[in-house]
C-alpha cells in the first residue's frame, strides 16, 4: 500500500495497522511536548529571569557607572540581582533612601535650580516604594536661600559638591538620612520621554497657563512691552487620560502659572509624580523590554543627562527592589497644614517662601515617620 502524507497508520503484510512516518513523527512531537509541559514552570521561571536580569544588566549602564570590564564582575552584578546581598546597599530600618532632582539644565536661565525634589524611599521587606515631593520654595535659614538652589550653591563651593549639600540639607527637613542621590536635567528628561515613545498620563482637572516661559526669551525685551507677553506661551490641558511626547511631558511637570488649584507648588509636585509614574510604566512594558534597540537608545540618552553616587552593586540591588514594588508605589505630598507662606520681607530675601509651621523641623519628622511606618497620619 502506498504511504500517504495524511494517514496516521496503515495496514501491514499480516492485515494489522501500522504506523506511517507522518503517524511516528506525531507521536515523537506529542511525547517532546508532555516532557516540556512537565517542566514548564522551570522555563516560565528562566524566561521572566533571563529578562529581568538582561534588563537590569542594560540599566546598570544608564547611569554611566559601570567602569570595569570582565565577565567577573557582570557574573557578580547578576548574582546581587538574585540574591540582593544586603551590605552592598546602605539602608537604615530596612529602607534605602534616595532623592531624586531634575534640574533646568542646559538652555534654561538657571540651570542649576532643582525644581522637582522628590524624596524616594525603597523597602527591603515589604515590595514597597514611598515617594515623597518636597516643595521647591522651603527656606533653609542657615544658607539664607531656597530649597532648590541648594544644588547649585553646593557645586559653586566644589565640584560634585551640588549633591552632597542637598542630601545634607534634605536629610535636616525630612529627618531620615539620604542614602543616594540622582539628578536629572529637564532637557534630558524630554529627551527620554521621546525615547519611549510618549507616556500615559492621567491628567486630574483641566488647567490653563498662560504665563509658561519660553527657552531662550528669558532676556528678551519684547520691543519694550512692560508684560514681557514675548517671553511666556499659554498652555493647556484636559482632565483625562493623555499621550504626551517629551515637551508635552515637560510642560506639564514645569508649568506653575495655572488658575486656582493647579497653580501651586502642591499641585506641581503632584503633576510630577503621575509623570514619574507613568514613565515608571513604560519602561517595564513589553514594548520597552522586548526592544534591545530602544533600551539601547534609552541608555545613551540616559548617560548624557544623568548623574549619580549610586554604585553598580547597590542599584542591582535597588533595581531589583523597585521591580517587586512595580505594583506598590505610594506618592505623596507635603501637608500644606505642616507650612506656612510668611509674608516677603528682607528676613527671606524678599521671596516668596516657605517654613515649617513651628519654626522647626519636628513635625515634618512626625509625618514623614508615619508615613514610611504606614500609620494613620494627621
Same mark, same amino acid.
Given at each position: ?46 524566561? &521572566? ?58 538652555? #534654561? ?14 523597602? #527591603? ?53 539620604? #542614602? ?125 543627562? &544623568? ?24 506618592? #505623596? ?19 516668596? &517662601? ?25
Amino acid at each position: 500500500m502506498q504511504e500517504t502524507e495524511t494517514a496516521q497508520s496503515e495496514l501491514g503484510k499480516d492485515g494489522k495497522p501500522t504506523l506511517t512516518k507522518v503517524g511516528k513523527r506525531n507521536i515523537a512531537l506529542s511525547r517532546l511536548k508532555r516532557k516540556i509541559l512537565k517542566h514548564v514552570w522551570l522555563l516560565r521561571v528562566l524566561l &521572566v529571569a533571563g529578562i529581568f536580569i538582561g534588563f537590569y544588566i542594560v540599566f546598570l549602564l544608564l547611569g554611566g557607572l559601570v567602569r570595569k570590564t570582565g565577565a567577573d564582575f557582570y557574573l557578580g552584578l547578576v548574582k546581587d540581582f538574585v540574591f540582593t546581598p544586603q551590605p552592598k546597599v546602605k539602608s537604615l530600618n530596612g529602607n534605602t533612601n534616595i532623592l531624586i532632582l531634575g534640574k533646568g539644565g542646559e538652555g #534654561h536661565e538657571a540651570p542649576d535650580l532643582t525644581d522637582t525634589m522628590i524624596f524616594a524611599s525603597i523597602s #527591603h521587606s515589604d515590595p514597597e516604594v514611598t515617594l515623597i515631593s518636597l516643595p521647591r520654595d522651603l527656606w533653609i535659614t542657615d544658607l539664607r536661600a531656597k530649597l532648590n538652589s541648594t544644588y547649585y550653591w553646593g557645586n559653586k563651593k566644589e565640584p560634585g559638591g551640588g549633591i552632597i549639600l542637598t542630601k545634607a540639607t534634605v536629610e535636616e527637613i525630612v529627618g531620615q538620612p539620604i #542614602h543616594y542621590g540622582v539628578i536629572i536635567d529637564f532637557s534630558g528628561f524630554k529627551r527620554i520621554v521621546e525615547v519611549l515613545g510618549g507616556i500615559e498620563v492621567g491628567v486630574e482637572r483641566t488647567f490653563t497657563d498662560n504665563k509658561y516661559p519660553i527657552a531662550g526669551r528669558e532676556n528678551d525685551l519684547c520691543g519694550g512691552d512692560p508684560e514681557y507677553k514675548c517671553r511666556y506661551e499659554t498652555i493647556e490641558f484636559k482632565k483625562g487620560l493623555q499621550h504626551m511626547d517629551g515637551e508635552t511631558a515637560l510642560k506639564f511637570v514645569r508649568s506653575r502659572n495655572a488658575e486656582v488649584d493647579e497653580g501651586t507648588d502642591f499641585a506641581r509636585a503632584a503633576r510630577q509624580q503621575k509623570v514619574l509614574s507613568a514613565i515608571k510604566n513604560k519602561v517595564l512594558s513589553r514594548e520597552i523590554l522586548f526592544s534591545p534597540k530602544k533600551l539601547l537608545a534609552l541608555k545613551n540618552e540616559v548617560l548624557k543627562s &544623568v548623574e549619580t553616587d549610586i554604585t553598580p552593586e547597590a542599584g542591582t540591588i535597588l533595581f531589583r527592589r523597585t521591580l517587586q514594588a512595580r505594583n506598590s508605589v505610594n506618592s #505623596h505630598v507635603f501637608p500644606e497644614g505642616l507650612l506656612i507662606n510668611p509674608p516677603k520681607s528682607p528676613k527671606y530675601d524678599n521671596l516668596y &517662601v516657605f517654613i515649617p509651621k513651628d519654626e522647626s523641623w519636628g513635625e515634618i519628622h512626625e509625618w514623614i515617620e508615619c508615613v514610611l511606618r504606614k500609620i494613620n497620619c494627621k
